[in-house]
């Protein structure tokens, strides 16, 4: 049984107004994510989850289904997603979808690769996991550089720890991505507490260049350069 892909993709956002939508090298950003699951051939169907009339328009147009917009109350900046993925997947499977395994991926994560996705299914399948998500290595570490103030002011270590005396010596940690994969029965199992959810999840490392997110303008002008310079190459060769 083929896994579905799921792609979040409401139409308030804030860091970069309209994000999902705005334009790389003539294609909405959402293209991208759709493309790609798409050509991939792992996914049964491809989703996306709005309530958003206009990205849902963009989004048939490039073949994803969108066979219910979002309700407006879980369209907030604040909703936890996991409120949203509930909601989202109840209502596929009331639809009469099949799958055991759904996949979680953000648009605004375009670099994703089918051995990513592959990658972190097998994990799944193989761990028997309830979860397993996407990270790469991140060099901003709360052991090390990752500070916040005192009440008087002050720097102070996120991790309160004995500062190491260089960035090799922290101990490693990871930035999340969007990248989700998900056991559909553990997922609906009646004792699962959604929001300790992440505290059961496994990691699968990809490369930053996979992991790159868009959540602010300097993120979006490195995807813009990184779509146009590949689109570039492509015509040349």
Same mark, same amino acid.
């Given at each position: #049984? ?13 860091? @970069? ?7 790389? /090298? ?19 169907? @491809? ?18 289904? @969108? ?13 936890? #997603? ?26 605004? @994560? ?17 761990? /028997? ?11 901003? /570490?709360?052991?090390? %550089?990752?500070?916040?103030? /005192? ?24 930035? #999340? ?5 998900? %056991? ?28 790159? #997110? ?24």
């Amino acid at each position: #049984m083929k896994p579905i892909c799921v792609i979040p993709a409401r139409g308030g956002s804030k860091g @970069v107004p309209k994000k999902n939508i705005r334009k790389i /090298n003539g294609k909405p950003l959402i293209s991208y994510t759709i493309e790609s699951a798409l050509k991939s051939k792992i996914f049964s169907h @491809v989703f996306v989850c709005t309530e958003d009339t206009e990205i849902a328009k963009i989004s048939k147009k490039f073949g994803a289904e @969108v066979p219910f917009l979002r309700p407006k109350k879980l369209a907030g900046g604040s909703v936890p #997603m996991d409120d949203v993925l509930v909601d989202f997947i109840g209502k596929i499977i009331s639809l009469g979808y099949k799958f055991d395994t759904f996949v979680w991926r953000d648009c605004t @994560v375009p670099f994703i690769r089918d051995e990513d996705i592959l990658g972190s299914i097998k994990l799944l399948k193989r761990k /028997n996991a309830n979860l397993v998500i996407g990270v790469y290595k991140q060099h901003l /570490n709360p052991y090390y %550089n990752v500070v916040e103030t /005192n009440s008087k002011g002050f720097l102070k270590l996120v991790k309160k720890n004995k500062r190491p005396t260089s960035r090799q010596q922290a101990p490693i940690v990871y930035q #999340m991505n969007g990248l989700h994969t998900y %056991n559909l029965q553990k997922f609906l199992h009646p004792d699962r507490k959604i929001r300790t959810e992440i505290n059961k999840a496994l990691p699968f490392e990809i490369p930053i260049e996979s992991g790159l #997110m868009i959540d602010t303008e300097f993120e979006f002008q490195i995807a813009k350069l990184f779509i146009e310079k590949t689109s570039k190459s492509k015509i040349n060769n």
